[in-house]
């Protein structure tokens, strides 16, 4: 008999827990399952049959968040690309040098040549003159020999091709195809120039052309290149 008292008081107790969690359950939207796996043991024997316990229960709620693996794409406007030559080179690694630099063309204004001339455009070094990626420049090749290559911020790389009977020292000139443009794109500064690689006095077509077909500069190129 007392095991059967015992047994009807638990029934009724567990219809009142299930009672209870079935009104929280509508109240607070959250389903009886979520609130049976957000308390421990602890919380179930602390529940005392009144209305108080559901609103302690608000507060004790844990949310489980599921993590999916998302795969994260990054977009062409996301990866930043050199904007300019000058972006692609570490100038720092080279060896720096102070000039005086002005501007030539192949006319007669700088080479006293004319388009009739039949060394007109063809540089000391037997190369044509150049306005490229890779330009041809004129220098004192005591001072930087026929091949050196510089850097040239502002103008970009320059060849030595060439000489001048006013380009003495610590000055060079670099090409460009018209009048206008030397005055308008140059003219005449005070620059740090880079010694990318010094030349051995040979320059060639083909190693210009070369250095001016380097791939991975091509998208440069239309910056440079004369028509």
Same mark, same amino acid.
């Given at each position: 008999?007392? &095991?059967?008292? #015992?047994?009807?008081?638990?029934?009724?107790?567990?219809?009142?827990?299930?009672?209870?969690?079935?009104?929280?359950?509508?109240? $607070?939207?959250?389903?009886?399952? %979520?609130?049976?796996?957000?308390?421990?043991?602890?919380?179930?024997?602390?529940?005392?049959?009144?209305?108080?316990?559901?609103?302690?229960?608000?507060?004790?709620?844990?949310?489980?968040?599921?993590?999916?693996? *998302?795969?994260?794409?990054?977009?062409?406007?996301?990866?930043? $690309?050199?904007?300019?030559?000058?972006?692609?080179? %570490?100038?720092?690694?080279?060896?720096?040098?102070? *000039?005086? +630099?002005?501007?030539?063309?192949?006319?007669?204004?700088?080479?006293?040549?004319?388009?009739?001339? !039949? +060394?007109?455009?063809?540089? /000391?070094?037997?190369?044509?003159?150049?306005?490229?990626? /890779?330009?041809? &420049? $004129? +220098?004192?090749?005591?001072?930087? !020999?026929?091949?050196? &290559?510089?850097? &040239?911020?502002? /103008?970009?790389?320059?060849?030595?091709?060439?000489?001048?009977?006013?380009?003495?020292?610590?000055? #060079? %000139?670099? /090409?460009?195809?018209?009048?206008?443009?030397?005055?308008?794109?140059?003219?005449?500064?005070?620059?740090? *120039?880079?010694? *990318?690689?010094?030349?051995?006095?040979?320059?060639?077509?083909?190693?210009?052309? +070369?250095?001016?077909?380097?791939?991975?500069?091509?998208?440069?190129?239309?910056?440079?290149?004369?028509?």
């Amino acid at each position: 008999m007392v &095991i059967y008292k #015992i047994l009807r008081k638990s029934l009724f107790v567990l219809l009142f827990i299930l009672a209870l969690l079935s009104s929280y359950s509508l109240i $607070a939207n959250v389903s009886s399952v %979520d609130v049976f796996a957000s308390l421990d043991a602890n919380d179930i024997r602390k529940i005392e049959f009144n209305r108080a316990p559901a609103k302690e229960m608000i507060g004790k709620k844990k949310y489980v968040r599921k993590q999916s693996n *998302v795969t994260k794409y990054i977009s062409s406007e996301q990866v930043t $690309a050199p904007a300019t030559l000058e972006e692609t080179i %570490d100038l720092t690694q080279f060896e720096k040098k102070k *000039v005086v +630099a002005t501007g030539y063309t192949a006319g007669v204004e700088s080479t006293g040549k004319s388009p009739d001339h !039949p +060394a007109y455009g063809i540089t /000391y070094s037997g190369v044509k003159v150049k306005r490229d990626l /890779y330009s041809t &420049i $004129a +220098a004192d090749i005591s001072v930087f !020999p026929i091949g050196t &290559i510089l850097f &040239i911020p502002g /103008y970009g790389y320059g060849v030595v091709a060439d000489t001048g009977s006013a380009i003495k020292g610590n000055k #060079i %000139d670099l /090409y460009y195809p018209t009048v206008k443009e030397v005055f308008e794109k140059w003219g005449k500064r005070e620059v740090d *120039v880079y010694v *990318v690689e010094r030349g051995n006095g040979d320059l060639s077509e083909d190693v210009l052309t +070369a250095l001016n077909n380097t791939e991975a500069l091509q998208v440069f190129r239309s910056q440079y290149q004369s028509e």
